[in-house]
């Protein structure tokens, strides 16, 4: 006869099921905290470049002489009017930095996105079809690093003349290798794997396959390579503004601002700082962006 226990074992419980992917990134970009500050810098220049002719408080090319070299309004001599002080044509400096944005954030933003089209084209062929489209590709690359990009970048200005769109142009095209190298040695890591030969198969093109099978797995690289590139494309422009050869002086730049300030350092040096230290915290909140993104692509941050 068989005993029955009247307190039966009870069932092992069911292990917990693992976070998804999206859930386990969110959770590993909400415990950066310096990260989270980033984003939140980010949003706000972001706002300033959308909204600046209703936050700035004044035109940011109305001169008004008796006012010029005006100190920030904390300090002896300032005015409310002027919170961040006037220049040496008398323009308010709050509003110069705020319209600043407009134009860093556009020539980050366009030259990261013309890089990354021109990369990700060429390292898909590059990968994928190896080859004499790789050898061609790769020394065209070689011999684009031989060259200093902002050097590059300067003779290619000075050529074409200033403007905006040409500053675009010219970071994006001298812009384009890390992406290219990125995805080639992505896709060469993919190219072999089953669901490609499969792919190949059963009669799928190579463009469909590069399309939809190899450009989705790249995609995680190519956002922290376009970030950083943002930053990087924003520190170019200023540069060239500030040796004369970026967009139009009429148009107020941060590196214009910079080179207009450098020789009141000594005696009004709120001229140079404020745009410098916009400058480098978008640039600083950038950088960090992409480190996170970085760290929210790789599996293994989950685990940490």
């Known amino acids: 006869m068989t005993t029955i226990s009247p307190n039966p074992a009870p069932a092992a ?30 949003a706000l220049v972001v706002i300033c470049a959308l909204f600046a002719p209703l936050i700035a408080p004044a035109d940011p090319n109305a001169q008004n002489l008796l006012e010029r070299l005006q100190p920030p309004a904390w300090q002896h001599g300032g005015s409310g009017a002027h919170l961040l002080g006037t220049d040496q044509l008398g323009r308010d400096l709050l509003s110069r930095v705020i319209y600043g944005t407009r134009v860093s954030l556009l020539v980050g933003t366009g030259a990261a996105l013309l890089a990354g089209v021109i990369g990700t084209a060429a390292g898909l062929a590059s990968g994928y079809f190896g080859g004499l489209p790789d050898r061609v590709l790769m020394r065209i690359a070689d011999v684009q690093l031989a060259f200093p990009a902002i050097l590059l970048a300067l003779a290619v200005v000075g050529f074409l003349g200033s403007g905006l769109w040409y500053v675009i142009l010219v970071l994006g095209v001298t812009g384009w290798v890390s992406y290219a190298r990125v995805v080639r040695s992505e896709v060469l890591s993919l190219r072999s794997r089953d669901f490609i030969t499969e792919a190949r ?97 790789d599996p293994k941050a989950y685990r940490r």
Request: proline content about 5%; overall charge positive; hydrophobic content about 55%.
């Open 201 to 297: 198969a059963i009669g799928v093109g190579d463009t469909t396959i590069m399309r939809r099978h190899l450009l989705p797995n790249v995609m995680a690289p190519l956002a922290t390579i376009g970030t950083l590139h943002v930053a990087a494309a924003i520190v170019a422009e200023a540069s060239l503004s500030y040796l004369g050869l970026g967009v139009p002086k009429e148009t107020v730049t941060w590196g214009a601002m910079l080179a207009d300030g450098q020789l009141y350092l000594g005696t009004s040096w709120w001229v140079a700082v404020f745009p410098g230290v916009a400058l480098m915290l978008t640039s600083l909140a950038v950088n960090i962006t992409g480190d996170a993104l970085r760290d929210v692509a």
């Open 13 to 42: 419980a069911h292990a917990p099921a693992a976070p998804s992917h999206r859930t386990a990134a969110l959770r590993t970009l909400l415990r950066n905290r310096l990260a989270l500050a980033a984003l939140a810098f980010l």
